[in-house]
């Protein structure tokens, strides 16, 4: 059994929502981060968004199955195969958003079915959406100091609520700004992101079957 792997272990053993578990976590990032061996999605614009869910689905999925049927299994790969496997599939959705796969279903009769029928309606949007809207009343402060280079109007304040849902895409965003997609999206994924993924760990938000932006 390798360090990350043992890691793994040690940490899914911890509750969730402990200190342990958050720790273990974070270990566990930092760990794959330094590998170098997650996929990067060079040359997909937005690859970044892929990134961030990924790192959600690791953080939902890791310990206990949240948004899937089983949780990660070790005896089928290492957790970094288990990732860029998931990552690929998300590199592939926002690399071909305008691609419609239409799929054409009868019933027993031969008359035609509308797929959409058997998708069951997404439930109001759970707490976690209000606790990180107080979240960002009580860190206000701290979150209007980070800001992009020579725009305090351009801060991670700004940024997370802009991206929280409904959100508002980065070109609207670019557009609004006057600044590239490149930069706002990378100082978000740089900045911002983590300080809200550590907020999301650190309340055990990740029992929710509930994926941020």
């Not at 999605?41 to 999925?61: H, R, S």
Request: charged fraction near 25%; proline fraction near 7%; hydrophobic fraction near 35%.
């Amino acid at each position: 059994m390798d360090e990350l792997t043992a890691l793994v272990k040690e940490t899914c053993q911890h509750p969730r929502g402990s200190i342990e578990r958050q720790k273990g976590l974070h270990e566990i990032i930092w760990r794959i981060q330094r590998t170098g061996k997650l996929l990067r999605g060079v040359g997909v614009p937005d690859a970044e968004e892929a990134i961030q869910k990924t790192w959600l689905y690791f953080c939902l999925n890791l310990c206990e199955a949240t948004t899937t049927e089983e949780p990660y299994d070790s005896s089928q790969g290492s957790v970094i195969t288990w990732l860029n496997a998931y990552l690929r599939y998300r590199l592939k959705d926002i690399s071909i958003p305008d691609q419609k796969i239409i799929y054409h279903l009868s019933d027993e009769n031969g008359e035609e079915i509308d797929p959409t029928d058997f998708i069951p309606s997404r439930p109001e949007p759970p707490l976690i959406l209000e606790e990180i809207q107080e979240w960002l009343k009580q860190e206000a402060k701290n979150l209007r100091r980070i800001y992009v280079s020579n725009r305090p109007d351009i801060n991670c304040l700004v940024l997370i609520e802009r991206r929280l849902p409904p959100e508002t895409s980065w070109k609207e965003l670019s557009q609004e700004f006057g600044v590239s997609i490149a930069t706002l999206s990378g100082f978000y994924q740089r900045h911002c992101f983590p300080r809200l993924l550590d907020f999301g760990i650190s309340q055990g938000y990740f029992d929710h079957e509930y994926e941020l932006p």
